[in-house]
């Protein structure tokens, strides 16, 4: 079954990081993708994203919009989609997760419908 973690954080925090800290937390991410696979988790994706105001809000029925979005500070700043048996596991794989100052990891599942 896939899951989808999205990681919400709060991007003024994470532009007061130096590119020191920033480069540990990517580096983080990275060995945390690769003790997924070693423990047999398909990795389907995994991606930090960019700034919320460099994205844009489309809607059928306007123009675009640029960001941020949310009406709080805090943003999806990551997503990594992984296959594994049950929430349960996806779960536990979002506690082992790095995590920055605030963050929270929103588990949910994919719809294989779409």
Do not use: N
């Given at each position: 079954?896939?899951?989808?973690?999205?990681?919400?954080?709060?991007?003024?925090?994470?532009?007061?990081?130096?590119?020191?800290?920033?480069?540990?937390?990517?580096?983080a991410?990275?060995?945390?993708?690769?003790?997924?696979?070693?423990?047999?988790?398909?990795?389907?994706?995994?991606?930090?994203?960019?700034?919320?105001?460099?994205?844009?809000?489309?809607?059928?029925?306007?123009?675009?919009?640029?960001?941020?979005?949310?009406?709080?500070?805090?943003?999806?700043?990551?997503?990594?989609?992984?296959?594994v048996?049950?929430?349960?596991?996806?779960?536990?794989?979002?506690?082992?997760?790095?995590?920055?100052?605030?963050?929270?990891?929103?588990?949910?599942?994919?719809?294989?419908?779409?």
């Amino acid at each position: 079954m896939d899951f989808v973690l999205l990681i919400h954080g709060d991007e003024m925090l994470w532009d007061a990081f130096s590119e020191s800290e920033r480069t540990r937390m990517a580096e983080a991410h990275r060995q945390f993708g690769t003790a997924m696979v070693m423990a047999g988790v398909k990795v389907k994706y995994g991606a930090g994203l960019t700034r919320s105001r460099e994205g844009k809000l489309v809607r059928p029925d306007g123009p675009a919009v640029a960001g941020p979005y949310a009406v709080g500070r805090e943003q999806i700043g990551g997503i990594w989609i992984i296959e594994v048996k049950s929430a349960e596991e996806a779960e536990a794989w979002a506690r082992k997760m790095p995590y920055a100052p605030g963050d929270i990891v929103e588990v949910r599942p994919c719809d294989p419908t779409a």
